[in-house]
């Protein structure tokens, strides 16, 4: 596609449900990144991925988060049993290349657990 | 790990002066990314600086890069509205790690 494509836009759950969270990063780009920003704060790094490898899932908060990737191409960020404190805007982004290329972020899922 | 830290936090400017913003990191990079978060946006890609003592410049946004590869620096001049926004330095050795941003506010 042209861009990063990011689906729910606008997330609302209930406390205790599981969500899915789906990114379709840019046709071509082996490199994917998902964030966490809460309001007013900065991008905090939760996962990457290398193909359909993640080389670094450092950033999960807790066992309730976990991700995939498939095919190369479209990953999938789970939170289980979510949490209010699990409210924030979760971004994708994609790059050709690990780490010398430029990044390219899509709109990001707001989520609000309720 | 790799740690990168941005100051200040806030920068209150008023239209037509300059400012500056800090990047530092606890490791040599191998190279720095900048990106800027408009309010309500995502961040995009401004620039990308990988030599040791570089300087690029975007019109009033004047970039440089450390001769030791561990800090890098974002300096506007005659800072205009549209200038408002988050920026993030992001340095990277096989992954991108964000600083916590500055966030520019202008007062007209």
């Known amino acids: 596609g042209a861009g990063v494509s990011q689906s729910p836009s606008n997330k609302v759950t209930e406390k205790g449900k599981d969500v899915e969270l789906r990114c379709d990063p840019i046709s071509g780009h082996t490199a994917l990144y998902w964030y966490r920003q809460s309001l007013g704060q900065g991008l905090e790094f939760l996962i990457y991925f290398q193909g359909n490898s993640a080389p670094d899932k450092s950033g999960l908060p807790s066992d309730r988060f976990s991700a995939e990737r498939t095919g190369g191409s479209v990953s999938t960020l789970t939170i289980q049993r979510t949490q209010q404190e699990d409210s924030a805007v979760y971004l994708c982004a994609s790059s050709f290349m690990d780490r010398a290329t430029e990044a390219f972020f899509g709109q990001g899922t707001r989520l609000t657990v309720v | 790990g790799q740690q990168v830290m941005q100051i200040p936090q806030y920068q209150h400017v008023q239209e037509g002066e300059d400012f500056t913003t800090y990047c530092n990191s606890s490791t040599t990079l191998s190279n720095i990314q900048w990106y800027k978060q408009r309010p309500g946006g995502h961040p995009v890609f401004l620039i990308q600086l990988v030599k040791s003592g570089e300087v690029k410049k975007q019109k009033r946004l004047t970039f440089q890069f450390g001769e030791a590869k561990k800090n890098s620096s974002l300096h506007i001049t005659a800072t205009q509205t549209t200038d408002v926004g988050t920026y993030f330095c992001?340095?990277?050795?096989?992954?991108?790690?964000f600083g916590a941003g500055t966030t520019v506010t202008v007062r007209a």
């Open positions: 992001a340095g990277s050795d096989y992954k991108l790690s």
